[in-house]
C-alpha cells in the first residue's frame, strides 16, 4: 500500500521562502521521505517561467516596486503568471513513477483537483485546447506549472479564489495579451476565501494524488509546453523523451 500523501499549510509565505519548503521536501522524497503537498497564499508576486523573458511585464520595474509586487523567475514551465492574496497555491512535491504518473497525467491531475473543487464551490471549470490549467465560460480559472526533476514534481498549480484580477493586466498571462481571468468570487460564489476552501482542496488533493488515474504512466515529451490534446485528457503511451533527468509543463 502506498504512503499517504503529507500535507503542509504556509499560510501567506513569500515565494522564496515558500520555494526553499519545496526544495527542501524535494530533497526529503530523493532521500526516501515522504510526498507531500504544499499548501500556500503567496503576496503579490509575478513568476516568470522557463519560457518567458521580462517582455512578458507590461509595466515597468519602477511600476511594481511601487505597487509592492515582487518578480522572480521560476525554474516552471510555460510563462508569466501573478501569484497574490486570495490565490490557493499548491506545490505537491511528489515522486511521479512510484505513484503511476507520468508528466502529463500528472499536469492532468492538477487540473482535476481544480476541477473538483470548483464543482464544491458550485462552479462549473474545464479543461480548455487554448493551455493548461482550468477554465469557465467567463476565463481561466486556475493555472498549472511544473518540474520534474530527477522524477519527482515541484511547483503546481494555482487557483484563483478572491485574487485580484486587476493585476493579471500587468503581464501578458500565458504568453497570451488579452487572456481573459476570473476567480471563484468572480464567478458569484459567496462568501469565500483561501481559508474557507482549504479543508476541501486537502481533501480532494490527497485523493488525486495518491495514485495515478486509470489510464496510467504516460510519457510526453519532456518540453516547456505539452501540446493540448485528448492525449492529454486520457494521456496515450508514447516513446521517452530524450534530453536527460528533467520536465517541465507549464501556463
Keep these: ?30 532521500a526516501g521521505g515522504y510526498d507531500t ?6 503576496p503579490p508576486t509575478i513568476t516568470l517561467g522557463k519560457r518567458a523573458t521580462r517582455s512578458e511585464l507590461r509595466v515597468s520595474d519602477a511600476v ?24 490557493l497555491v499548491l506545490y505537491p512535491i ?16 492538477l487540473e482535476q483537483i481544480m476541477i473538483e473543487l470548483a464543482a464544491e ?15 469557465t465560460e467567463h476565463g481561466k ?12 514534481s515541484l511547483h503546481g498549480l494555482a487557483l484563483n479564489v478572491t485574487t485580484d484580477l486587476d493585476a493579471f493586466a500587468l503581464i501578458r498571462p500565458c504568453g497570451v495579451t488579452g ?5 471563484l468570487a468572480a464567478e458569484g460564489v459567496r462568501p469565500v476565501s483561501v481559508a474557507r476552501i482549504l479543508p476541501a482542496a486537502e481533501a480532494i488533493a490527497r485523493r488525486a494524488l495518491a495514485a495515478a488515474p486509470p489510464f496510467g504512466v504516460d510519457a ?21 523523451a530524450r534530453g536527460g533527468s528533467m520536465a517541465e509543463a507549464g501556463i
Design 141 to 152: 480559472l486556475g493555472a498549472v506549472g511544473i518540474r520534474v526533476r530527477d522524477g519527482v
Design 94 to 109: 511528489v515522486a511521479l513513477a512510484a505513484r503511476g504518473f507520468g508528466v502529463a497525467s500528472f499536469v492532468c491531475t
Design 64 to 87: 511594481l516596486v511601487a505597487r509592492g509586487i515582487a518578480c522572480v523567475a521560476a525554474e516552471r514551465g510555460g510563462w508569466a503568471t501573478y501569484h497574490g492574496p486570495g490565490q
Design 1 to 30: 500500500m502506498r504512503a499517504p500523501i503529507a500535507w503542509r499549510w504556509l499560510g501567506r509565505r513569500a515565494y522564496e521562502s515558500a520555494l526553499a519548503v519545496q526544495e527542501a521536501c524535494w530533497r526529503a522524497r530523493r
Design 121 to 135: 464551490a458550485g462552479v462549473v471549470a474545464r479543461r480548455d485546447p487554448r493551455g493548461h490549467g482550468v477554465w
Design 179 to 183: 487572456l481573459p481571468v476570473t476567480s
Design 37 to 42: 503537498c504544499i499548501a500556500v497564499e503567496h
Design 220 to 240: 510526453p515529451p519532456l518540453d516547456a509546453d505539452l501540446p493540448r490534446s485528448a492525449s492529454l485528457v486520457r494521456p496515450q503511451p508514447a516513446p521517452p
